[in-house]
């Protein structure tokens, strides 16, 4: 059975650069690895309506924190067997955002700490009553909310495709956030949590010696 590495973080924080390096730095270890981002747009129908919901559609679906969150877990386990079959062949199975994502933003939205109620619903809801795999480690991609906040608006610019979501632009939100996945991080919630410092450059080899160690 393989380990479950999650990487979290604030959009525009640079997960997917991390995720890609620490990719390549776990098989130079000689990891067989497997990479799974959510939410999983395209392949979903849940990812899909959440998507959907956040660039305006589905009338007022967007403004109810549970109703969005339910989505995000749905998603998740639409893909629990998936996740499950890659941790059995695989030394490491690294998710770009898992169950404290939804823990921490629909917590933000609320205004809530990491230990009020709805961080404690979504850990009922999709850890127990769902049954997803809890990870064996989190790495919490810390940077400023206005570096990722920067970081976004640059990436919709570069595509002109894509505009920025309702959560994307909520600079106040993106703030709430990272106090809350501080307050996961500094609980251990779920799973240990390294926090890697995303402003000055994390020591990606000796991160993918510490998860394999």
């Given amino acids: 059975m393989g380990r479950l590495v999650v990487i979290e ?67 998740r386990r639409d893909a629990a067997g998936d996740i499950r079959a890659r941790l059995d062949g695989h030394d490491v199975v690294l998710l770009d955002r898992y169950v404290a994502s939804n823990a921490a933003y629909g917590a933000a939205r609320l205004r809530e700490k990491a230990s009020g109620g709805f961080v404690e619903w979504v850990r009922t809801l999709e850890i127990d009553r769902f049954g997803l795999p809890v990870p064996d480690a989190q790495l919490l991609l810390r940077v400023a909310p206005e570096v990722a906040a920067g970081r976004a608006e640059g990436r919709a610019r570069a595509d002109a495709d894509r505009a920025r979501d309702s959560f994307e632009s909520d600079g106040g939100l993106q703030a709430r956030c990272a106090e809350v996945y501080d307050e996961l991080a500094a609980t251990g919630w779920l799973s240990p949590w390294h926090v890697v410092d995303g402003a000055a450059g994390p020591d990606v080899p000796a991160l993918a010696g510490r998860l394999l160690g």
């Fill in 9 to 75: 973080g604030l959009d525009g924080a640079g997960k997917r650069t991390l995720t890609d390096r620490l990719t390549a730095a776990l098989r130079q270890a000689g990891a067989g690895v497997s990479t799974l981002a959510f939410p999983r747009y395209g392949a979903d129908v849940h990812a899909d309506l959440l998507r959907e919901a956040l660039y305006g559609e589905h009338g007022d679906l967007a403004d109810s924190v549970y109703g969005m969150a339910l989505l995000y877990a749905l998603d």
